[in-house]
């Protein structure tokens, strides 16, 4: 295992203390949250700068196209992350062996409207496949749900495929009738004909289908 002398958090990991679990919806057997993961050996914690060495991007290419990303971009995109102050990527460590096994991403957007409040986006959910069975997909997505109103968020919103509504409806997220579609335009492809709109309505893609499910914290 890889000997660190020092690190540096994304974010303050003092907060991750602060959420209360029973406020989610959540039904955890047994209960868990992010204080007390359900094994000794696990942590969730917000993303250091030393995650380069424990697999975090080998974790998110389990999830997508992730690219030859070097220590030194890794480098240079925590810290513009950190400097922004508006990226909270929380990861959980199986501390036995070093490695990053679960991620997800809240990214706060500053808007003029509602009083000029801040929404959360949840992005980037993914969990080593080979730790099935220990509520992590839960516990994560759970955790920066409720950092997301901790940190004063008045809603927080994502995008899934449809076959992961029903996962995400367990954890409060609903859809907004009328407006649950997800619209992209791809910039990294070559042939225009692949920028592509995904919604509720498109029949025979369900399991490409996108939908967008939030949480309201005003309500």
């Not at 295992?1 to 679990?21: C, R, S």
């Not at 929380?90 to 490695?99: A, C, L, N, P, S």
């Not at 839960?138 to 992961?164: F, P, R």
Request: glycine content about 6%.
């Amino acid at each position: 295992m890889v000997q660190f002398t020092q690190e540096t958090y994304l974010y303050d990991p003092k907060v991750l203390l602060q959420l209360d679990f029973h406020r989610s919806p959540a039904k955890f057997q047994p209960f868990i949250s992010a204080a007390n993961p359900g094994e000794p050996w696990m942590k969730v914690r917000p993303l250091k700068d030393t995650d380069y060495d424990r697999g975090f991007l080998q974790l998110l290419s389990q999830l997508t196209h992730v690219g030859n990303v070097t220590r030194t971009q890794f480098l240079t995109r925590f810290s513009q992350m950190k400097a922004s102050g508006d990226y909270y990527v929380t990861v959980i460590e199986d501390t036995r062996k070093g490695e990053i096994i679960g991620a997800a991403s809240l990214i706060i957007e500053r808007k003029f409207i509602h009083n000029c409040a801040v929404r959360g986006r949840l992005e980037d959910v993914v969990v080593n496949d080979t730790y099935r069975g220990k509520q992590l997909g839960k516990l994560i997505v759970v955790t920066v749900s409720l950092l997301a109103e901790q940190l004063g968020c008045y809603k927080m919103s994502l995008d899934c495929k449809d076959k992961l509504i029903k996962f995400y409806e367990t954890l409060g997220y609903v859809l907004i009738p009328g407006n649950s579609n997800s619209m992209t335009i791809r910039y990294d492809e070559e042939a225009p004909t692949k920028r592509n709109v995904t919604s509720a309505s498109a029949a025979g893609v369900v399991s490409d289908a996108c939908q967008t499910v939030s949480l309201d914290f005003s309500s």
